[in-house]
């Protein structure tokens, strides 16, 4: 992937006896070590693609809500978009609290995931796409789910874009590496 927007790359956390890295594969051994903004980057944009459902969480009144949505990314993964009834609860809290956290997974269900399985959540602020942005926001979304073209061309159906400012991974269930938009 290139990718014109600048990243800071941190390494929050690591424990000490993990010297593989993160699982590029299926096969044993197929590890990398990830030391920089561009390799994190590649393993983000990986798992974005070839995941369908995120967890959405936000909030009102103090009080968290999380759903299960369709995403897709786009602008080279600055924005999450996804689309939902204007209707809902999360569009009612989105309003309210655009603050909101998307977390995307690997996970199998099984004990290998405690050694294999890769989270990212991206914390960034959700806005209803304008006139301008609805239709590339739609066609990114489409690609990705073109089975889902009536509900994102429904027209109580808003397209929303979230503008990432942070994407936190976490792999071999203890390793955090952070990602932060540079403005």
């Keep these: ?39 994190l980057l590649t393993i983000i944009e990986n798992l974005l693609s070839t995941q369908r459902l995120a967890v959405l969480s936000s909030q ?11 995403f897709a990314s786009a602008d080279e993964l600055a924005r999450l978009i ?14 309210y609290e655009p603050r909101v956290a998307m977390v995307v997974d690997n996970r199998s269900n099984d004990s290998n995931d405690f050694s294999k399985a890769i ?25 990705k789910h073109p089975y889902l073209e009536d509900f994102a061309r429904a027209p109580d159906s808003a397209i929303v874009a979230v503008n990432v400012q942070t994407y936190y991974c976490v792999y071999r269930f203890q390793n955090v590496m952070e990602l932060h938009l540079e403005s």
């Design 1 to 39: 992937m290139h990718t014109t927007r600048k990243w800071k790359f941190y390494q929050q956390s690591r424990r000490p006896d993990d010297q593989r890295g993160i699982s590029t594969g299926d096969t044993a051994g197929d590890h990398i070590e990830i030391g920089s903004a561009g390799q």
């Design 60 to 70: 009102q009144n103090g009080a968290p809500y999380g759903n299960l949505v369709a």
């Design 82 to 95: 996804f689309v939902t009834p204007r209707a809902t609860r999360k569009f009612s809290n989105i309003l």
């Design 119 to 143: 989270a990212v959540t991206a914390i960034g602020r959700a806005i209803e796409a304008d006139l301008q942005e609805r239709d590339r926001l739609r066609g990114a979304f489409l690609s």
